[in-house]
């Protein structure tokens, strides 16, 4: 049996004024938020798609479609909590993860400590062992037009 296994994850959100930002379960402070079915928090969505790769269960949308109204403005928190249940009730356990965000603007250094304890809050783990780093694309692609973020994530689980 494997005592580790390793899961990458990647989503994609365009970028529309007037809507919230939410970014690995912190508010930031924008002018642009996320176009979305849930809260848009593409942080978390990538790390949800992570974890379920780990498990090889698919990916957040079979478990959280967003043709079904249920999933409609959820706080993103909640799904990456649910996929927790899903890697704990398999008898695994985050050992760490990583996340890269690419945004043009704003910019998150302000954030990124509270978007670190928040994710290790969720995955039970020591804010030492969760990882969330930004960049921009230096104006180059859909994401340095400020048309939307790209973010990827990989965790690593154990038993």
Not at 10 to 26: Q, T
Request: aromatic content about 6%; overall charge negative.
């Amino acid at each position: 049996m494997k005592d580790f296994r390793i899961g990458n994850g990647y989503d994609v959100h365009a970028l529309r004024e007037g809507l919230p930002m939410f970014l690995c379960g912190v508010q930031i402070e924008s002018h642009v938020g996320f176009v979305a079915h849930s809260d848009g928090d593409v942080a978390i969505h990538a790390l949800c798609d992570a974890l379920l790769g780990c498990l090889a269960l698919g990916d957040i949308g079979k478990h959280f479609p967003d043709s079904s109204p249920r999933w409609k403005g959820i706080d993103s928190k909640k799904l990456l909590a649910a996929v927790m249940t899903l890697v704990k009730e398999r008898g695994w356990k985050v050992g760490n993860v990583d996340v890269t965000i690419a945004l043009q603007q704003p910019k998150l250094a302000p954030y990124i400590l509270e978007m670190r304890s928040t994710l290790a809050g969720i995955l039970e783990v020591e804010v030492d062992a969760v990882s969330v780093k930004a960049t921009t694309t230096e104006h180059l692609g859909f994401t340095g037009r400020g048309e939307g973020c790209q973010v990827w994530a990989t965790a690593l689980i154990s038993r």
